[in-house]
T-cell receptor, first 112, second 113 residues
Framework: GAGVSQSPSNKVTEKGKDVELRCDPI?????LYWYRQSLGQGLEFLIY????????KSGLPSDRFSAERTGGSVSTLTIQRTQQEDSAVYLC??????????FGNGTRLTVT | GNSVTQMEGPVTLSEEAFLTINCTYT??????LFWYVQYPGEGLQLLLK?????DKGSNKGFEATYRKETTSFHLEKGSVQVSDSAVYFC????????????FGKGTKLSVIP
C-alpha cells in the first residue's frame, strides 16, 4: 500500500515569501506528526494531530508557523514570511494509536 | 524532561567490521525505545524497537537491548555491509498512551569496501 506522501519534495523560495508543505498520511492513520530536520540538529518536533485537532503545538518555532489537518487525512504546514533559518527538511509521519511512526521522504526547504 | 543522547558521528567502518552506536536516554516512567534508519534520499524507517526492560529488538542483523539499569539502548551489528551506510536515530516514547517521539541527533555511518 501507499506510504506517507509529502509534496513538494524540494522547495526553493525567497526570503519573506510564504510556503505550504503538504502531507498525505497512510489511509486510516489517525495520528499525524510534523518534524523538522536541520543539519546537525537531529529531529525537532513541531506539531501533533489526533484526527483534525492538534493537542500539542508546542514545537512550532514561532507564530509564522501554522498547520492544519482536514478530514482526518491531509495536513498542510504553512510558513509565513520565510527566513533563512527556516531552511531544513520537513518530515511528516503518521501512525495508528501508539504504533511506530511511518515517515514520508520529507520536503527540503531552501530559503534564499 | 525526556531526552536521548547518542554518539556523535560520523562513523566510518570497513566492510565486515563490528558496529556499536551508543544511545542513552532520560525519561520518566517506562519508555519504549526505538532505532530508526534513514538511507540516503529516503525517509526514516523503523529498524527495531523494545518496549520493556531487558527486551532485545533485532532486525536485518542489527540488535539493541533495553537496559534500564544503565538507561541505554546501544545499537550493534556484528558485520556491517556497504548497504548499511545511513544515518541512525535513537528515539523514545515516554510511556503507554504517550504520543510524542523524542529523537537523538542521529549518527551517520559510512561503510567502505
Amino acid at each position: 500500500g501507499a506510504g506517507v506522501s509529502q509534496s513538494p519534495s524540494n522547495k526553493v523560495t525567497e526570503k519573506g515569501k510564504d510556503v505550504e508543505l503538504r502531507c498525505d498520511p497512510i489511509s486510516g492513520h489517525t495520528a499525524l506528526y510534523w518534524y523538522r530536520q536541520s543539519l546537525g540538529q537531529g529531529l525537532e518536533f513541531l506539531i501533533y494531530f489526533q484526527g483534525n485537532s492538534a493537542p500539542d503545538k508546542s514545537g512550532l518555532p514561532s507564530d509564522r508557523f501554522s498547520a492544519e489537518r482536514t478530514g482526518g487525512s491531509v495536513s498542510t504546514l504553512t510558513i509565513q514570511r520565510t527566513q533563512q533559518e527556516d531552511s531544513a527538511v520537513y518530515l511528516c509521519a503518521s501512525t495508528l494509536d501508539a504504533l511506530p511512526l511511518h515517515f514520508g521522504n520529507g520536503t527540503r526547504l531552501t530559503v534564499t | 524532561g525526556n531526552s536521548v543522547t547518542q554518539m556523535e558521528g560520523p562513523v566510518t567502518l570497513s566492510e565486515e567490521a563490528f558496529l556499536t552506536i551508543n544511545c542513552t536516554y532520560t525519561a520518566t516512567g517506562y519508555p519504549s525505545l526505538f532505532w530508526y534508519v534513514q538511507y540516503p534520499g529516503e525517509g526514516l524507517q523503523l529498524l527495531l524497537k523494545a518496549t520493556k526492560a531487558d527486551d532485545k529488538g533485532s532486525n536485518k542483523g542489527f540488535e539493541a537491548t533495553y537496559r534500564k539499569e544503565t538507561t541505554s539502548f546501544h545499537l550493534e551489528k556484528g558485520s556491517v555491509q556497504v548497504s548499511d551506510s545511513a544515518v541512525y536515530f535513537c528515539a523514545l516514547r515516554p510511556g503507554a498512551g504517550s504520543y510524542q517521539l523524542t529523537f537523538g541527533k542521529g549518527t551517520k555511518l559510512s561503510v567502505i569496501p
